[in-house]
């Protein structure tokens, strides 16, 4: 029997009932949704049996009203059988406080990536020169004017510079 994405949602429900929270078939894409503590044994078993070897993405999902409130989504490949598979596992419940800066600077206060996380970011204070101003505690939500020194405020006006003028320099 060739193994497929929906061959292996049917074994995997099989073989760890208790690690499967639900299946999806959306347009010919299979999803399983596992609970976390079952992530690894579920991978190693596809690995293994399913030669689902390639681990082509992962990335997460914020669900600012769910809880839990985020998704940890996982795409695998098995290259020999020319099958993919989603796997999802759902954290995020409160008192899971291993937020690892991974891409961001440790003394970043916020998670830009968050629902939560204003989408024009912070103010900053002055001077400001494109890099981080380190808080002592979370700035809470705010504006960012989207600015460098030698640019435009986000919402100044383009009929305040000649056309020769570069923007965020004196008028000469």
């Not at 929270?21 to 010919?28: K, N, P």
């Not at 919402?155 to 000649?162: A, D, G, I, L, Y």
Request: hydrophobic residues 35%.
């Amino acid at each position: 029997m060739a193994i497929t994405a929906t061959s292996t949602v049917a074994m995997v429900r099989e073989k760890f009932p208790q690690a499967v929270v639900e299946t999806v078939d959306f347009r010919g894409e299979e999803t399983i949704i596992l609970r976390p503590e079952h992530l690894v044994t579920v991978c190693a078993y596809l690995l293994k049996n399913q030669q689902y070897s390639f681990l082509s993405s992962v990335t997460a999902v914020d669900w600012l009203e769910r809880e839990p409130r985020f998704d940890v989504v996982y795409h695998l490949l098995s290259i020999p059988n020319q099958s993919e598979l989603r796997l999802k596992v759902r954290v995020g419940q409160p008192g899971e406080a291993d937020l690892r800066r991974i891409l961001m600077p440790m003394d970043w206060t916020t998670h830009p990536l968050r629902k939560d996380y204003p989408l024009t970011g912070f103010d900053l204070p002055e001077p400001h020169w494109g890099g981080q101003v380190p808080y002592d505690i979370d700035p809470g939500v705010g504006s960012q004017t989207m600015r460098t020194p030698y640019s435009r405020e986000l919402n100044e006006s383009r009929s305040k510079f000649t056309q020769s003028q570069e923007p965020g320099t004196e008028k000469k």
